[in-house]
């Protein structure tokens, strides 16, 4: 982050001001100027044209004290703030003098309203110049360290705030260029060599500033307080992306184990080697790779269902469970060859975890087939059941990884529940283990057994009651013995109550935890599920209404516009589907959330951050709900807004 450096050379605060136009801007005139009459007089045709007619009339009236017929460029200004338009100081004389076609010095609030209602765009040229005769300037700089551009900050002299953009390039000192001036600096940060020649620099002397004037960031030149700190949040946001891209590796490989370094299902020109390899374990290369991994899947249930079925004693023996093991076995052991050929390393990928599990898939059937016959019938057995290790390789399969990271994550939410049940249930089972014990009174009969009065009993040690207890509070019940004495069966009882609760609470806990991963995982598979939905509907163009997920995309974009970002997701998919699940699923919807003003705030939905709910209703909320409640501004706002185009 650059570090805002004080310019070492200005004019004081009672310096001579800047001299000229803060900025020159061209028009393109679609109609003529007789035009701007003939909508001037449209307005008598709609209600709503005759209250804003009123309104900017009234306005006039009260700051035209003199009574001229018109405003001048002061009172032009002043006009322009009491309407929240949002123009900055620098643009409004520049607007002035536009909009004041006859030169007369004034403003009729019947041209403005012509000037608003016309088809003209104004175009604002990107370079403006500011003279300065005395030193110090007042401006506070700043070098980017990404761009290496010198930015205007702040300024220290408030006159300034009346010629000069906020965060405007400084490209050119007199008739130098900051780009020849700073080409001996020695980092993206040094300023060093632009602050010696501003302090050298005979005077008076030319300042060329650039700032690219748009609609989105008008409000933002304007000094608004939330469009200020919303621009503050996206460069965090954009420093933390730079971090990111830093750590992120350069060259994106499907694995570790891939052939190249760089292989990808992306790639061009892929070798023989790469080919294979993501054919193999890449489900999303081709047909031909999703075909490969869902066979081998259907032949890991066929197997697995054969291994069952064969214990079966009417069906021992059948050559059917034979011919299946050969095919699936043979297929495997392809597969298995085609991967490991196909590495880059083989050594290693012999060793990782999940490889090792295909190798043991494949390996007992070629053991058996060569050891059959040789009396190896107990091995052959042990063998026989290391073939269900093909199950996990289900595991590898997106579809089944899925669950089981919900799974792994519900466990790993829930571990200090899991702690608290294995606590407690070591702590009652010592307790009601040893109370048991006590209270069966147990004695050694002549026959060696052990009796509780008359009966027989088993609980002949604390150990065997404690056994006992894990059986009766976990809800297991056996039945295989239990207390015979009164007293002991008393504490049996207190024992299941208690089993009761100390397994119930935390599987309360447990259940709270697998809701909230699993609705994540719905909320996610539902984005993905509607985003392809979208994808095929823009394809065929068929859908009737305006998607909340293209309307989100224009104000990213009209965000990262305005605060010069790139890229950046201020508002995100997850906040996108929070929406959507509160029923907010298209455009219309949420402008009528919007302009519902402070009761649609209710409807919000709560996932999404206060602060971003804040953005959307302050900032965004004002295009369709204006300013304050009944403005009659907002078409006039919105319409010079939209007049508002980059110089070509």
């Known amino acids: 982050m650059a570090a805002a450096i004080r310019a070492a050379a200005g004019a004081s605060r009672g310096s001579k001001r800047p001299n000229g136009p803060i900025h020159s801007f061209n028009v393109a005139n679609y109609e003529s100027s007789q035009q701007l009459s003939f909508d001037a007089g449209e307005l008598k045709g709609s209600p709503d044209r005759k209250k804003e007619e009123a309104a900017v009339h009234d306005i006039w009236e009260e700051i035209d004290v003199t009574e001229k017929g018109g405003l001048d460029d002061n009172e032009f200004s002043e006009a322009l703030k009491r309407m929240d338009m949002g123009i ?75 010629h000069l953009l906020p965060s405007s390039e400084l490209t050119k000192i007199g008739e130098s260029y900051l780009v020849d001036i700073l080409e001996h600096a020695e980092s993206y940060t040094d300023m060093a060599p632009a602050l010696d020649f501003l302090q050298n620099v005979d005077l008076p002397v030319t300042l060329t500033f650039r700032k690219q004037v748009l609609q989105e960031n008008m409000a933002l030149l304007n000094e608004d307080k939330d469009w200020d700190l919303l621009s503050k949040d996206m460069s965090t946001l954009r420093l933390e992306k730079r971090m990111k891209k830093l750590t992120e590796p350069t060259v994106f490989q499907h694995c570790k184990f891939c052939p190249q370094k760089d292989t990808n299902n992306k790639k061009p020109n892929l070798s023989c080697l790469e080919v294979i390899h993501l054919l193999c374990e890449d489900e999303n290369y081709n047909w031909g790779s999703f075909l490969i991994i869902s066979v081998v899947m259907l032949l890991i249930f066929v197997s697995t269902f054969s291994y069952v079925l064969e214990t079966e004693p009417r069906l021992r023996g059948n050559d059917a469970f034979v011919t299946i093991e050969y095919i699936v076995s043979s297929v495997f052991t392809l597969e298995y060859a085609a991967r490991i050929v196909s590495c880059r390393n083989m050594w290693l990928y012999f060793w990782a975890p999940m490889n090792m599990i295909d190798f043991l898939a494949v390996i007992p059937f070629w053991i058996e087939l060569s050891l059959a016959g040789g009396g190896f019938s107990g091995f052959l057995r042990v063998i026989r059941v290391i073939r269900l290790a093909r199950i996990v390789r289900l595991l590898k399969s997106p579809f089944f990884t899925d669950y089981l990271d919900v799974f792994a994550e519900t466990i790993r939410l829930s571990s200090h529940a899991f702690g608290l049940i294995l606590t407690m249930l070591c702590l009652f089972i010592v307790v009601f283990g040893s109370l048991v014990y006590e209270m069966e009174n147990i004695e050694k009969g002549e026959d060696g057994l052990w009796y509780s009065g008359d009966a027989q009993t088993y609980f002949i040690s604390i150990p065997a009651a404690m056994y006992w207890c894990v059986v009766t509070m976990t809800t297991v019940g056996y039945g295989d013995y239990s207390p015979t004495q009164v007293p002991a069966q008393a504490v049996g009882i207190v024992t299941m109550l208690v089993g009761l609760l100390v397994i119930a609470l935390p599987v309360i806990i447990i259940g709270g935890n697998f809701d909230v991963v699993y609705t994540r995982f719905r909320k996610r598979h539902d984005r993905e599920a509607r985003n392809r939905e979208l994808e095929l509907d823009s394809r065929i163009n068929s859908v009737p209404y305006k998607r909340v997920e293209d309307f989100f995309k224009q104000i990213n974009e009209h965000i990262n516009t305005a605060c010069q970002a790139e890229e950046l997701e201020f508002f995100t998919e997850q906040d996108i589907s929070a929406f959507i699940e509160e029923g907010f699923d298209t455009q219309e919807k949420v402008i009528a959330l919007l302009k519902a003003g402070d009761i649609g705030l209710h409807f919000f939905p709560v996932s999404v951050q206060a602060y971003k709910r804040y953005v959307f209703y302050k900032v965004f909320g004002k295009e369709y709900r204006g300013a304050k409640q009944n403005d009659p501004f907002i078409r006039l706002r919105n319409e010079l807004y939209r007049k508002t185009a980059k110089c070509s």
């Open 88 to 162: 900055p100081n620098p643009l409004i004389k520049a607007l002035f003098k536009q909009i004041d076609i006859n030169d007369q010095g004034i403003i009729q609030y019947r041209e403005f309203l012509s000037f608003i209602n016309s088809k003209n765009l104004i175009f604002f040229d990107e370079e403006y110049n500011l003279e300065f005769s005395k030193r110090p300037f007042d401006l506070i700089l700043e070098r980017d360290p990404e761009t290496g551009k010198i930015i205007v900050a702040g300024f220290n002299a408030e006159y300034l705030k009346d």
